[in-house]
Nanobody, 112 residues
Framework: QVQLVESGGGLVQPGGSLRLSCAAS????????MCWYRQAPGKQRELVAT???????TYADSVKGGFTISRDNAKNTVYLQMNSLTPEDSAVYYC??????WGQGTQVTVSS
């Protein structure tokens, strides 16, 4: 069983930054790809970023250059650093493990 717990969401002004964290239980974390998804109201859930155990990363075109995914295998934690946020980045952000485990989500609201 894998449990994922996100934190770090909140309200931020346009142009601001947030760092999301996802703490994972279970030893499976250290051998796995981890992902961040987001879902805005009325929209489909979309893949934002992925990271392999070795640190290889991929990003959605919409966040390239602004978001950075990273991980600390010793802490079983994956991070999403989000810079230069815009209102279009407002969504619930979810951590995802490819064995079909989802976190509960953390709300990010970008508004002045």
């Amino acid at each position: 069983q894998v449990q994922l717990v996100e934190s770090g969401g909140g309200l931020v002004q346009p142009g601001g930054s947030l760092r999301l964290s996802c703490a994972a239980s279970g030893t499976i974390f250290s051998i796995s790809v981890m992902c961040w998804y987001r879902q805005a109201p009325g929209k489909q859930r979309e893949l934002v970023a992925t990271i392999t155990r070795g640190g290889f990363t991929t990003y959605a075109d919409s966040v390239k250059g602004g978001f950075t995914i990273s991980r600390d295998n010793a802490k079983n934690t994956v991070y999403l650093q989000m810079n230069s946020l815009t209102p279009e980045d407002s969504a619930v952000y979810y951590c995802y493990h490819p064995a079909n485990y989802w976190g509960q989500g953390t709300q990010v609201t970008v508004s002045s």
